[in-house]
């Protein structure tokens, strides 16, 4: 069943359209890789979605439900962004505090299990001013899990994050599959991503060029990986 | 309600921060010391006029701005939780506007009442508020239409010049072209469209003083009359709070984050 759609989804910034006409379905209990070159769209493609940004075309539906002024819909959503800013005075634990209330989440209802798994519990104190890049992204990550998302939405997840930090964060991805929700990641390491993917979405100067099981794609090219398969299949994507 | 909490953590935010705090308190002291060198309470009152129509709208917009550009990262954390884009600005501009009024009546409101209670203390303080408001209401706009920052300062700068130096240019260079004609309805209209001048009206007919309440201020006043004229001029000054603030609310709901 797809939870989410895009249907001739397009985005134009002045002159440039940064997404193209995209179609494509995300079925409830996948993980979808979305790979590309740099400006290739994915990142306004991810913004459409979590209604950052309004498509210039096309409609997107989460849950059979179009999306658009109503934020409801947000609620199901867990979103990792590539880069984190917070506001600096904060302290880690006034910031999972805050967000908290703002999403409306009942504590008993809310799953901080990466707090503890991430080694954040002894750093609920620290000022998030203070913060390297790659506590910054776990904290986002903690943000991202902890309303138990039925889509889960990650732009660059590993980048910045220790081997071990990141194989806990995808290990969490892969559970939220597990209960049926739909996982999209966005990412450049292709080897960390790969033995997560079912499918994988490739989008070219904002046009989905294909969006295949990795299991075909490997098949059809003849290879076991998929940095291997994707020169193979730009060249011919039939 | 979702409102609400960002109306909360934005004034937690504005507490820390300080800036608005360290405003009231320099208002606080320019007035305290005018009083104390001013033999005349009126007098003070006077010069403190023209400390709020110079201050207020200028700290009002340059802070309303870089706040706002600094809230970037943290407007995009909240515009993907499940809550409305005109709640995050609705609550962001309460926010700003409540700090600032607390700054006033703190910074402006607490001399006034100590040293020269009364009616033209009373108009000079929601002058003051509604000078506030409505540049903070500008300031916004000029935020969120701006992707640049620096061009957004620029912006907010060239908007206060304009309504300190180049409007009163422009009102006097009008009045001297047509010095033949009847010009006072047409007065009415064009001071209004200076929210500063606006305050400076409401302001000086409450003193009364001719010396001080210039063309527009006296044009007011002949055809309106005293309250009325301040009414005016305060109710000219909401509609400069309103537009801004429509105009913000319609270009941050469908802006790209």
């Given at each position: 069943m797809d939870s989410i759609t895009?249907?001739?989804?397009g985005k134009r910034y002045r002159k440039l359209w940064a997404l193209r006409d995209v179609d494509a379905g995300f079925h409830t209990g996948e993980v979808v890789m979305v790979i590309g070159p740099n400006g290739s769209g994915k990142t306004t493609f991810i913004k459409c979605l979590l209604g950052l940004v309004r498509p210039t075309s096309g409609a997107i539906h989460v849950n059979?439900?179009?999306?658009?002024?109503?934020?409801?819909y947000r609620h199901r959503i867990g979103y990792m962004p590539q880069i984190s800013q917070f506001p600096p005075a904060l302290t880690i634990g006034q910031l999972l505090d805050m967000?908290?209330?703002?999403?409306?989440l009942a504590p008993e209802r809310t799953d901080d299990g990466l707090v503890e798994d991430l080694g954040l519990s002894t750093q609920l104190q620290k000022r998030l001013g203070t913060l390297s890049g790659g506590t910054m992204q776990k904290v986002s990550a903690v943000l991202a899990f902890r309303s138990a998302p039925d889509i889960l939405v990650m732009d660059e997840p590993t980048a910045g994050l220790d081997?071990?930090?990141a194989r806990t964060v995808l290990g969490r991805a892969a559970a939220v599959r597990e209960r049926g929700g739909t996982v999209l990641i966005?990412?450049?390491?292709?080897?960390?991503?790969?033995?997560l993917a079912d499918r994988v979405a490739y989008l070219q100067d904002g046009t989905l060029r294909f969006l295949l099981p990795l299991r075909e794609i490997l098949a059809r090219t003849g290879t076991d990986r998929l940095s291997a398969a994707l020169p193979l299949m730009l060249a011919d994507p039939r | 309600m979702t409102m609400g909490k960002v109306l909360y953590y934005t004034l937690v935010d504005l507490a820390r921060n300080r800036s608005v705090l360290a405003f009231a308190a320099l208002l606080f002291v320019v007035a305290e010391g005018l009083f104390l060198v001013e033999g005349e309470a009126i007098k003070a009152v006077l010069s403190l006029v023209q400390v709020v129509l110079a201050l207020v709208p200028l700290v009002a917009l340059v802070f309303t701005v870089v706040?706002?550009?600094g809230a970037q990262e943290f407007t995009q954390l909240l515009a993907v939780q499940p809550i409305g884009r005109s709640a995050i600005l609705g609550g962001r501009?309460?926010?700003?506007g409540l700090s600032f009024l607390v700054a006033l009546l703190f910074g402006l409101g607490l001399p006034l009442t100590v040293h020269a209670p009364g009616g033209t203390s009373l108009v000079l303080l929601v002058a003051a508020v509604l000078l506030a408001w409505v540049f903070l209401a500008l300031g916004t706009l000029i935020a969120l239409v701006n992707r640049d920052k620096a061009r957004g300062v620029g912006t907010a700068l060239a908007a206060w010049a304009g309504a300190v130096l180049v409007y009163d240019a422009l009102l006097m260079a009008l009045l001297f072209a047509f010095s033949d004609r009847p010009v006072e309805p047409f007065v009415l209209p064009v001071a209004a469209l200076n929210p500063i001048d606006l305050a400076r009206i409401a302001v000086t007919i409450q003193v009364d003083l001719a010396a001080m309440m210039g063309y527009s201020g006296a044009v007011y006043k002949k055809l309106l009359g005293s309250g009325p004229g301040i009414g005016a001029a305060l109710a000219f000054m909401l509609l400069w709070v309103a537009w801004p603030t429509v105009l913000a609310f319609r270009v941050f709901r469908s802006k790209d984050l």
């Amino acid at each position: 069943m797809d939870s989410i759609t895009f249907k001739g989804v397009g985005k134009r910034y002045r002159k440039l359209w940064a997404l193209r006409d995209v179609d494509a379905g995300f079925h409830t209990g996948e993980v979808v890789m979305v790979i590309g070159p740099n400006g290739s769209g994915k990142t306004t493609f991810i913004k459409c979605l979590l209604g950052l940004v309004r498509p210039t075309s096309g409609a997107i539906h989460v849950n059979g439900e179009r999306i658009g002024d109503d934020p409801a819909y947000r609620h199901r959503i867990g979103y990792m962004p590539q880069i984190s800013q917070f506001p600096p005075a904060l302290t880690i634990g006034q910031l999972l505090d805050m967000m908290r209330d703002v999403r409306g989440l009942a504590p008993e209802r809310t799953d901080d299990g990466l707090v503890e798994d991430l080694g954040l519990s002894t750093q609920l104190q620290k000022r998030l001013g203070t913060l390297s890049g790659g506590t910054m992204q776990k904290v986002s990550a903690v943000l991202a899990f902890r309303s138990a998302p039925d889509i889960l939405v990650m732009d660059e997840p590993t980048a910045g994050l220790d081997p071990l930090s990141a194989r806990t964060v995808l290990g969490r991805a892969a559970a939220v599959r597990e209960r049926g929700g739909t996982v999209l990641i966005t990412s450049h390491l292709m080897e960390e991503v790969e033995a997560l993917a079912d499918r994988v979405a490739y989008l070219q100067d904002g046009t989905l060029r294909f969006l295949l099981p990795l299991r075909e794609i490997l098949a059809r090219t003849g290879t076991d990986r998929l940095s291997a398969a994707l020169p193979l299949m730009l060249a011919d994507p039939r | 309600m979702t409102m609400g909490k960002v109306l909360y953590y934005t004034l937690v935010d504005l507490a820390r921060n300080r800036s608005v705090l360290a405003f009231a308190a320099l208002l606080f002291v320019v007035a305290e010391g005018l009083f104390l060198v001013e033999g005349e309470a009126i007098k003070a009152v006077l010069s403190l006029v023209q400390v709020v129509l110079a201050l207020v709208p200028l700290v009002a917009l340059v802070f309303t701005v870089v706040y706002t550009y600094g809230a970037q990262e943290f407007t995009q954390l909240l515009a993907v939780q499940p809550i409305g884009r005109s709640a995050i600005l609705g609550g962001r501009m309460l926010a700003l506007g409540l700090s600032f009024l607390v700054a006033l009546l703190f910074g402006l409101g607490l001399p006034l009442t100590v040293h020269a209670p009364g009616g033209t203390s009373l108009v000079l303080l929601v002058a003051a508020v509604l000078l506030a408001w409505v540049f903070l209401a500008l300031g916004t706009l000029i935020a969120l239409v701006n992707r640049d920052k620096a061009r957004g300062v620029g912006t907010a700068l060239a908007a206060w010049a304009g309504a300190v130096l180049v409007y009163d240019a422009l009102l006097m260079a009008l009045l001297f072209a047509f010095s033949d004609r009847p010009v006072e309805p047409f007065v009415l209209p064009v001071a209004a469209l200076n929210p500063i001048d606006l305050a400076r009206i409401a302001v000086t007919i409450q003193v009364d003083l001719a010396a001080m309440m210039g063309y527009s201020g006296a044009v007011y006043k002949k055809l309106l009359g005293s309250g009325p004229g301040i009414g005016a001029a305060l109710a000219f000054m909401l509609l400069w709070v309103a537009w801004p603030t429509v105009l913000a609310f319609r270009v941050f709901r469908s802006k790209d984050l």
